[in-house]
């Protein structure tokens, strides 16, 4: 089960952290990863980390705003999410992927997502 949590209203140029914390399940054997999907719009790759927290990639539209990590003692991802934009308004989901690399349609499991509101 992942849990996110997080969100809320924030006004352009403010900063955001999001957690997600997984239970029931050996954390670190999965690959974690974000997405996030505005109405009326697809989903959106937002970023992904490793198991370890070697490795980390992100969509074009968030790189050098957003940062991803986790902490495996406590089951935990996070997204710090900087100079918000109204454009990064959606709710935003967190994944696992065992033995992939979550992707936006590819994961073993999804959170219920959490809101992220940007006003201007």
């Known amino acids: 089960q992942l849990v996110e949590s997080g969100g809320g209203l924030v006004q352009a140029g403010e900063s955001l952290r999001l957690s997600c914390t997984a239970s029931g399940r050996t954390f670190s054997d999965y690959a974690m990863g974000w997405f996030r999907q505005a109405p009326g719009k697809e989903r959106e790759f937002v970023a992904t980390v490793t198991w370890n927290g070697g490795e980390t990639r992100y969509g074009d539209s968030v790189k050098g705003r957003f940062t991803i990590s986790r902490d495996n003692a406590k089951a935990t991802v996070y997204l710090q999410m900087n100079a918000l934009k109204p454009e990064d308004t959606a709710v935003y989901y967190c994944?696992?992927?065992?033995?992939?690399?979550?992707?936006?349609?590819?994961?073993?499991?999804r959170g219920q997502g959490t809101q992220v509101t940007v006003s201007s």
């Open positions: 994944t696992a992927g065992r033995f992939v690399v979550p992707t936006t349609t590819t994961y073993t499991y």
